[in-house]
């Protein structure tokens, strides 16, 4: 847990410090409390966010071509405009889908896998040609794609029932 700030601790000067441990000092980020400057530094939170999609690009996910999966999902989400990012990029800063690639989530054996949030739906199996089905059905028009949702959070059913001690990558 970070310890609290205080007027004090925020910040020393450098000047009677060792040339080293200053510029460790000067390497420390910054604590910013000012809302309104955070707002400004992470455009993010004035868009009107819907949707958060995570492509897994783990090592086994790749072997199934999830490089292609989220590919697909930019090329998709760019042409209907709703892909959050930098309008130089080609995306839209009043998008309303977030776009992730991370790492293992342990469904490595039936991958490649695509999480989407906040509605905690776990796709398996996707391939670059389910992404616009993926796309129109869930993200859309709320309805989630059944033959490929393994995993709805949070799950129901015992740790013991799901065989969560099963091994993965992560
Ligand atoms: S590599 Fe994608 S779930 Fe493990």
């Known amino acids: ?9 925020r ?4 000047l009677s410090l060792s040339p080293v441990v200053a510029l460790e000092r000067m390497a420390e980020p910054v604590f910013i409390d000012d809302v ?18 995570f492509v ?14 989220k590919d ?17 990029k080609g995306k839209n800063p009043k998008g309303s889908v977030v776009l992730t690639e991370c790492a293992s989530v342990g469904f490595c054996a039936i991958g490649a896998a695509v999480m989407i949030y906040p509605d905690g739906v776990w796709y398996a199996q996707v391939r670059a040609p ?12 709320g309805r989630v794609v059944e033959r490929l949702a393994l995993l709805k959070l949070p799950a129901e059913g ?11 990558e992560a």
Do not use: Y
């Open 11 to 14: 910040w020393r000067s450098n």
């Open 56 to 69: 897994c690009t783990g090592k086994s996910c790749s072997a199934r071509d999830s490089a292609e999966v």
């Open 130 to 141: 389910d992404v616009a089905e993926i796309i129109e059905e869930h993200l859309l028009n």
């Open 36 to 53: 309104a400057q955070l707002r400004t530094l992470a455009p993010v939170t004035s868009a009107p966010i819907r949707h958060h999609v």
């Open 158 to 168: 015992s740790r013991e029932e799901s065989g969560a001690d099963a091994d993965w």
């Open 72 to 88: 697909a999902f930019e090329r998709e989400l760019k042409a209907r405009g709703i892909l959050f990012g930098r309008e130089v």
């Open 1 to 9: 847990m970070r310890p609290p700030r205080t007027a004090t601790t």
